[in-house]
Each structure stands twice: as structure tokens, then as C-alpha cells.
């Protein structure tokens, strides 16, 4: 009998990865299947990017790096972070990750232990939830709500916070529910947190090229009075469609910053050279793939909306972020869970329950909306016939 740790037990998963596999499975044994289940962009990763990162291993670039990353990478997302948000951030301060998930981790790691208490967003990413239970810390939900525009409230946030408070994770524009929390709402967290000097926050920003309607999205570096005790996530993934490339970054305050770099050492060394390459390209580079991606996003997110509100039992508020449409389907009288799931098998389309995301998910679906025009209309056809039975 092996023993393993019991923190490994309280781990938890994504499901849009067991939807995917379902989904491919039920694909490969010949059934149409429309997938809106899994949170990558559905276009290619720009080609410049792709022939930086050829030409970076053509020229040698194949060994290992910083743990940090090439400063020439930490550079430019310097320069991209001063170009969104105002701020002069230094490459000292800069991660490169493998991936946005790897921040995440890291920063949870750092301050989740039993006894410890964790704010996250939920409905949310579920993996913040996951990894605050593998550290042993108690999670705690931060309610996001759609009377709210699945903005967090600062009031709400701020009166969960007790003498155990470690950490607060906020995510804007937010997975699953694509809600874009005003800036007023987070300077009145910003300013309500003066009161917790010892409270760490982390701010998820992977999604914040994101916005619709004119929607900004605002980061919390803009407030450089809780500079000290912020991390900012954020990668490639999502903005240049490079989901599989593995590359994210973080800026980190300087008392963290020794201790994320000496958890890249002992874990994934570096993350690799030419994916750093491509990287800096897609920063540098012409950014008129993202564009075109937005604008697609931007047309598919109305697609999606209006042909939702037709549904019987179904409603849906404009997603202002992301490219995630948050359904309510409380009133077709099924859970929601079981209906994502009957809608794969009987219906053919793919996506993800509610609760998947926090148990304020139930009675909603995710819907990703990174498929074509012609999908999506098709797969609100399956779900509407779905429901007239
Ligand atoms: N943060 C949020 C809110 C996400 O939705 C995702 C991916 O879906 C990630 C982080 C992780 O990104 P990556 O694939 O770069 O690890």
C-alpha cells in the first residue's frame, strides 16, 4: 500500500478538460459534436509569432534560461504592461511562467496553510478553489453575482475578510461569468483594504485585452498603495492564442519575488527558450491578429446573447469580458450540471455546468464562444429543440 499525502485527495480538477475529452471521444466515434466547453481561442497563433520561435531554435536558443526568464522577455512585458495600464513596472518584478495556472500556484502555495483563510471569486476559475484545498487553507467564497454584473462588490469582498485572511484572488474580466468589475468598485476595495495591511491579494488579469462596449478593464497595478502586497497574473495564452505554448508571466512585490524564483528553480527550472522568443515577438510585433480575434469575439458575443434570451427558460446578460457567455437556465427547472452533461450526450454540444465553477454557479451554463458564427447558431438550434422536449 502506498502512502501519499493527503493534501493530493483534496485536490480538485477543471472539468472543461473532462468535457473536452468527452466531447473528442464522442467526436472520434462519429457523432457532430459542437464544442462551446473549452476556454481556448479558436484561431491560430499568429505566424510571426510561430517563425520567432523557429528562428530562436534555428539560431541555438535551445538551452536552459533564467528561472526568471530572459530579461529581454521580462523587458517586454514591461513595455506591454506600461502600454495597457500607465504603469512602469521593472523587469526585477517580472516571472516568466509557464502558463497563467503556475502563478496561480505559486502564489496560493505561499500562503495557504491550515489555519489560514483564502478569498476567491464564485463562481471563478476553479482551480483557485483546488489549490487553496491542496494547501490545506480554508477556502472562501467571494460571491459574484449576476445583479450584480458578476462584478465582485467591494463591500461584500471586504466583509469577508477576518483575522485568518492570507490571501484575496480577484479575477476581471472574469472566467466562467465574462463580468468586468468597474475601477470605482475596485478603488473602493483598494481603499477598504488599507484596514488589512496583512492581507496578500492576487489579481488574475489574463483576460484583460477582453472588453466590449467600450469596457475597460482595469488593473490593479493602478493602485500603487497596495503595490507591496500585490501579484498580477497574467500570459500569452488568451491575447495571442498560444494556449499550448505554455507561457504566462507575473509581476511580483519584492519581498515574493526571491521566493516565486526559487520555487522555478526547484520545479520547472526555466520555461523554454524559444516559447520566450515568441513571446517577445507577439508583444513587439503587429498586434492585428488580436484585433480580428476581438472583433470576432465582439460579433459572436451578440450571436450568442440574443439567440440564448429566445430559449424557453433561459436568460442571459451581456457579457461585457472574456469570451464566455453565463446563461441563466434556472427557470427550465434542471439542474445545471445534469443538463450540460445530457446536453453533450443527447444534444451534441459541448459545454460546462455552473456549479463546475462554485456552488453560486448552479442554475447557469458557460458557454465559450470561441467557435465560429455558423457553430454557435447551430448549437443554440440543438439546445433550444433540447429544451422544447
Ligand atoms: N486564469 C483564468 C481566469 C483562466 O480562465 C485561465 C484559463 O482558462 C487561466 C488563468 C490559466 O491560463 P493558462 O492556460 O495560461 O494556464
Not at 56 to 71: E, I, S, V
Not at 100 to 117: L, Q, R
Not at 215 to 232: N, Q
Not at 375 to 389: P, S, Y
Request: proline residues 7%.
Amino acid at each position: 500500500m502506498l502512502h501519499t499525502v493527503s493534501a493530493f485527495d483534496r485536490m480538485g480538477e477543471e472539468n472543461a478538460f473532462a468535457v473536452l475529452a468527452r466531447a473528442t471521444a464522442l467526436a472520434q466515434a462519429g457523432r457532430d459534436i459542437i464544442n462551446l466547453g473549452i476556454g481556448q481561442p479558436d484561431f491560430r497563433t499568429p505566424g510571426h509569432i510561430v517563425e520567432a520561435a523557429i528562428k530562436a531554435l534555428r539560431d541555438g536558443h535551445h538551452g536552459y534560461t533564467p528561472a526568471t526568464g530572459l530579461l529581454a522577455c521580462r523587458e517586454a512585458v514591461a513595455r506591454r504592461t506600461l502600454a495597457m495600464t500607465g504603469v512602469e513596472v521593472s523587469p526585477e518584478s517580472i516571472m516568466i511562467m509557464p502558463g497563467g495556472k503556475p502563478t496561480m500556484y505559486a502564489t496560493i502555495i505561499m500562503f495557504g496553510e491550515p489555519g489560514a483563510e483564502i478569498l476567491y471569486p464564485d463562481p471563478g476559475f476553479p482551480i483557485y478553489r483546488s489549490m487553496i484545498e491542496f494547501t490545506g487553507a480554508t477556502p472562501v467564497p467571494v460571491p459574484v453575482r449576476e445583479e450584480n454584473g458578476f462584478a465582485f462588490s467591494a463591500e461584500e469582498t471586504l466583509s469577508l475578510i477576518t483575522p485568518r485572511t492570507r490571501l484575496l484572488i480577484l479575477n476581471s474580466p472574469a472566467n466562467p461569468t465574462g463580468g468586468v468589475t468597474p475601477r470605482d468598485e475596485i478603488a473602493k476595495l483598494v481603499k477598504g483594504l488599507e484596514r488589512f495591511p496583512d492581507v496578500a491579494i492576487l489579481s488574475d488579469e489574463i483576460y484583460d485585452v477582453m472588453t466590449y462596449d467600450g469596457e475597460k478593464a482595469t488593473s490593479l497595478l493602478a493602485f500603487p498603495e497596495i503595490r507591496d502586497r500585490l501579484v498580477v497574473l497574467n500570459g500569452w495564452s488568451k491575447t495571442w492564442a498560444m494556449t499550448g505554448w505554455r507561457m504566462g508571466w507575473s509581476i511580483w512585490p519584492d519581498g515574493l519575488y526571491d521566493k516565486v524564483r526559487k520555487l522555478a528553480v526547484n520545479c520547472w527550472s526555466c520555461v523554454n527558450a524559444p516559447s520566450q522568443y515568441a513571446g517577445i515577438a507577439a508583444i513587439d510585433g503587429p498586434q492585428d491578429a488580436v484585433e480580428t480575434m476581438l472583433d470576432a469575439f465582439d460579433r459572436r458575443r451578440r450571436i450568442v446573447v440574443e439567440g440564448l434570451n429566445r430559449l424557453p427558460g433561459v436568460s442571459c446578460a451581456t457579457p461585457k469580458g472574456a469570451f464566455y457567455a453565463f446563461p441563466n437556465v434556472g427557470k427550465t427547472g434542471r439542474p445545471a450540471k445534469k443538463l450540460a452533461s445530457t446536453l453533450l450526450e443527447k444534444a451534441g454540444v459541448a459545454l460546462i455546468g455552473g456549479p463546475d465553477f462554485g456552488v453560486l454557479g448552479e442554475g447557469y451554463l458557460r458557454l465559450s464562444y470561441a467557435n465560429s458564427e455558423e457553430n454557435i447558431l447551430r448549437a443554440i438550434d440543438r439546445i433550444g429543440k433540447f429544451l422544447e422536449t
